[in-house]
């Protein structure tokens, strides 16, 4: 008899624990702040106007460093042997 008595014991724990569960997803539907319609704005994105390339007179690439700019060479005496 006391086999039945834990059997039922089990059941009626399971049953409140589900009853609790059910009153408290009820109690949260009941005081849930009600879900307004989201407004959605509508952004314009003006287009900026880029700037423009205008071609100037610059150095030309082939011209060679002079003066202090020339490049150093290494030379048999330099190199560390």
């Given amino acids: 008899m006391s086999a039945l008595n834990r059997n ?3 059941v009626v724990i399971i049953l409140v624990l589900v009853v609790i569960a059910g009153y408290l997803v009820w109690l949260r539907s009941k ?3 009600p879900v307004s319609p989201v407004v959605e704005e509508t952004v314009t ?3 900026i106007p880029t700037p423009t390339e205008i071609a100037t007179p610059s150095a030309s690439p082939t ?3 002079t003066g202090s700019m020339k490049q150093k060479t290494s030379t048999p005496s330099s ?3």
């Fill in 31 to 33: 005081y849930q702040p």
């Fill in 63 to 65: 011209e060679e460093a």
């Fill in 45 to 47: 994105v003006s287009p």
């Fill in 79 to 81: 190199t560390s042997r």
């Fill in 8 to 10: 039922v014991t089990i």
